[in-house]
């Protein structure tokens, strides 16, 4: 087991594949085959951290006018608004939202748990805007995706919106490493208000 992990490293594996390996071996040898000792010293390789470009607030408003469509536009403002990740935002529904307690109800999120993000009054009518234009279109279905993909039955893709916005980036002239969670950085209370201006 210790010269297959060399191995992969002498081959160019990045960490993250190697680990990906490391655990699909230790679940074979400790629960397939009842072995746990033939990976007793196998162990995970240190990941880098690195921290992530963030995004300027006019960096973000250029990003969000520059997106193709009204679709992708509301979906890149809602991200950076509540801080929410690409796959929580393309599972949301429209009974998600809650008008009269200004939240957005996020359900089995981030380690399967369900909680509650803050509305800004600014972002609120722009969820309007695209409900009352998707509605019109017929792309949006009663209790259906907040973001509907191409078949309003299915929900927009992690993979659409992700291409959404680097194609955004790209409109925009930001040559930063982009991604969704470069503009869904959630702010502290403080900075809420200031937030609210660009969404």
């Given at each position: 087991m210790r010269n297959y992990q060399l191995y992969l490293v002498d081959h160019g594996t990045s960490p993250a594949s190697l680990n990906a390996s490391i655990c699909g071996l230790k679940f074979f040898f400790g629960v397939t085959l009842d072995r746990p000792e033939a990976m007793a010293k196998m162990k995970p390789v240190h990941l880098p951290r690195k921290l992530p470009d963030i995004l300027s607030p006019d960096e973000v408003k250029r990003l969000i006018a520059a997106a193709g469509n009204l679709k992708h536009q509301t979906a890149l403002a809602l991200a950076y608004a509540t801080g929410l990740r690409v796959n929580e935002v393309v599972h949301l529904k429209v009974s998600d939202i809650d008008s009269q307690r200004m939240t957005l109800?996020?359900?089995?999120?981030?380690?399967?748990?369900?909680?509650?993000?803050?509305l800004s009054p600014v972002l609120l009518e722009r969820l309007r805007v695209w409900w009352r234009v998707a509605r019109a279109q017929g792309k949006m279905l009663d209790g259906g995706w907040l973001f509907p993909g191409m078949d309003p039955i299915q929900h927009l893709s992690t993979r659409q919106l992700n291409r959404a916005i680097h194609a955004a980036a790209d409109e925009a002239g930001i040559d930063k490493r982009i991604s969704m969670h470069s503009c869904a950085m959630p702010l502290p209370p403080t900075c809420w208000s200031r937030r609210s201006i660009f969404v």
């Open positions: 109800r996020v359900e089995q999120g981030k380690g399967q748990k369900d909680r509650y993000a803050l």
